[in-house]
């Protein structure tokens, strides 16, 4: 390869909540070290960092969710008080929208694929086209926690119930490398995969406590309502993940990327955004650590 020709990247961001933070450390490295994204393939948090990313709103958003405070993550939570879902999500992507812009797939410079669910008929949706943030919503929302979106006919929830690290729509790109993150590594006790683990107090408490707290604040149900409902959300969310991590390890063996990243799934809580330093910082390490000998 001539001297001072960018090495070209599929890269393929997986799902994980806030942990997707990494995405943007990881994004920055290869910025730093000459690789030239040509395709973002991402599900859930993927597909929102990477969808920022492609219309070149990362600094932006970079410098918002780095300031963003727990208190301001409750607010965005409008509730929905809905079985098929704790939060319409309304409030959140119209702040997204205020720093991103009302963009089009189509406009984008780098070619974006979102990757949603349809459970109905158990298959994948691969969202190439239309509004950016319809298919970013699509692909988000993760069960439970968001309700599902209504797609061109169809009813969608996060593409990490089926793919968490959707590498098949990078298959026809014509690349140098393929480098894909996945958000659900195995667990982990060392500190630097683990950066928020000690130290964080109060802050490190969970959202899901601190969304329990304001719900408390807001409404008077009867004693005990509340609680049972928030607790077995936090287990069907560790489920998730752990589900989401299995899945990923086999798709991952079917069809390796040239180069993968792995999060440890517990590195911080799948709705901590408060961490985000933490996660930036912990994605730019990790790809290094992965990608550092590529040349």
Not at 105 to 130: F, H
Request: charge should be negative.
């Amino acid at each position: 390869m001539p001297h001072n020709t960018k090495q070209t990247v599929s890269l393929v961001l997986g799902s994980g909540g806030a942990r997707g933070l990494a995405h943007i450390g990881v994004i920055r490295w290869l910025e730093e070290h000459d690789f030239k994204i040509e395709s973002i393939s991402g599900c859930s948090m993927g597909a929102l960092v990477g969808g920022v990313y492609a219309a070149g709103k990362l600094d932006d958003f970079e410098t918002w969710v780095r300031a963003i405070t727990k208190v301001e993550i409750v607010r965005l939570l409008d509730l929905s008080w809905k079985m098929s879902g704790l939060v319409k999500g309304d409030k959140l992507f119209n702040r997204l929208t205020d720093i991103v812009g009302d963009v089009a797939i189509e406009q984008l410079p780098i070619r974006y694929t979102a990757v949603a669910s349809d459970i109905a008929i158990e298959k994948e949706v691969w969202i190439n086209s239309g509004q950016l943030f319809d298919a970013i919503r699509a692909s988000i929302s993760l069960p439970l926690f968001f309700t599902p979106v209504r797609y061109r006919g169809s009813d969608l929830i996060d593409g990490g119930v089926l793919n968490p690290v959707p590498i098949a729509p990078t298959f026809n790109d014509n690349t140098d490398l393929t480098i894909a993150v996945n958000l659900g590594g195995k667990v982990s006790a060392s500190h630097d995969d683990v950066p928020d683990s000690e130290a964080k107090g109060e802050s490190g408490r969970s959202i899901v406590a601190k969304v329990s707290d304001f719900v408390d604040n807001i409404t008077t149900p009867k004693q005990g309502d509340t609680g049972p409902e928030w607790a077995a959300y936090d287990i069907a969310n560790q489920a998730f993940d752990a589900m989401q991590s299995t899945i990923a390890r086999q798709k991952l063996a079917a069809y390796p990327a040239d180069h993968l990243i792995e999060i440890a799934r517990n590195a911080c809580g799948t709705l901590d955004f408060d961490c985000a330093a933490e996660m930036i910082e912990l994605g730019y390490t990790k790809a290094q650590e992965q990608l550092g000998d590529v040349t």
